[in-house]
């Protein structure tokens, strides 16, 4: 399952929640948590359940739940209804606990969905490797925003002031075999810097970006997208490894460049990619 662009919809909106689903996003996240007022939990409670009940779209659906003791409310109205729920985003997660608690109150009510354990505070980024190893985890979140604030930093665009955090949490993921999905890009007019920012997130092994807008969509799926000549490379490597295997040979060459492990490995996440995103 591609997880290249997580885009966020705010609970107590019923028409943008309609929409998120047309964008094009590989998952859709319905917020109970920042995006709604708190005295509009209630309303969007209702609405994301009625919403949930009645569409089946082809993209990964998740509902973001508040931290704490507010879960237990968004979890109970989530079940009272029929929900395509595919997956559950917990914000400010501190510790493998906070997983855990989250997992056994869907169990509670019949929910049966993996958790996507955002990591946006000091503790949670120290504790980002227990967050990761924690059963019910099945991808670590980076969110510089929240994490700015919880250090006092100043966010900038180059993001040197939260730079060990986001090669940190995506260090955990890594470890444990789960998805890493690098933090947003505020400014939804400037798809310069996010493309530019996408590409940082990549190079660092990210597998996917959250989004709170539909245009950043786009331009994230096609950053995370390998190109033609890219998959072309890969699948000559991956060819080629075959017939060194046979021939007994550890090392070969592919159009002059020698390959061993590494490449390799890269190589088969190029074409892990390509298929994700439907080209091969």
């Known amino acids: 399952m591609a997880r290249r662009s997580v885009l966020f919809s ?13 964008s094009g996003a590989d998952v859709v996240v319905f917020d109970l948590e920042d995006a709604v007022a708190p005295t509009a939990k209630a309303e969007a409670r209702e609405a994301v359940s009625d919403v949930l009940g009645t569409i089946d779209p082809d993209c990964e659906v998740c509902v973001r739940v508040n931290a704490g003791e507010v879960a237990e409310d968004d979890v ?42 955002l990591i946006e505070s000091a503790r949670g980024v120290q504790n980002a490797d227990e967050v990761a190893d924690a059963p019910a985890t ?39 075999g789960v998805d ?9 007019e400037d798809t310069d810097g996010l493309r530019a920012d996408t590409d940082r997130g990549i190079e660092m092994g990210y597998d ?6 539909p ?40 159009e002059g460049e020698m390959i061993d492990a590494p490449l390799i ?5 190029i074409v892990e990619r390509a298929e994700a995103a439907g080209k091969r």
Not at 10 to 22: I, V, W
Not at 265 to 269: G, I
């Open 10 to 22: 705010p609970g107590d909106q019923p028409e943008l929640l309609r929409k998120a689903p047309k």
């Open 76 to 117: 109970a109205a989530l079940a009272a209804g029929t929900p395509r729920l595919d997956s559950v985003m917990l914000p400010k997660t501190a510790s493998a606990e906070d997983v855990e608690t989250l997992a056994a109150g869907l169990g509670d009510h019949g929910l049966d969905a993996p958790v996507l354990a």
């Open 138 to 176: 099945d991808a670590l979140l980076f969110g510089a925003e929240d994490l700015a604030a919880d250090l006092g930093a100043t966010r900038t665009d180059e993001g040197t002031e939260v730079l060990y955090a986001r090669e940190r949490v995506v260090l955990a993921a890594s470890a444990a």
């Open 180 to 188: 890493a999905i690098d933090t947003l890009w505020t400014d939804f």
């Open 208 to 213: 996917g970006k959250m989004a709170i807008h």
């Open 215 to 254: 245009g950043q969509v786009g331009v994230i799926n096609d950053a995370f997208t390998p190109s033609d000549d890219r998959i072309d490379w890969a699948e000559k490597v991956l060819a080629a490894r075959e017939e060194a295997e046979d021939a007994g040979r550890g090392v070969f060459a592919v």
């Open 265 to 269: 490995a890269q190589a088969e996440r």
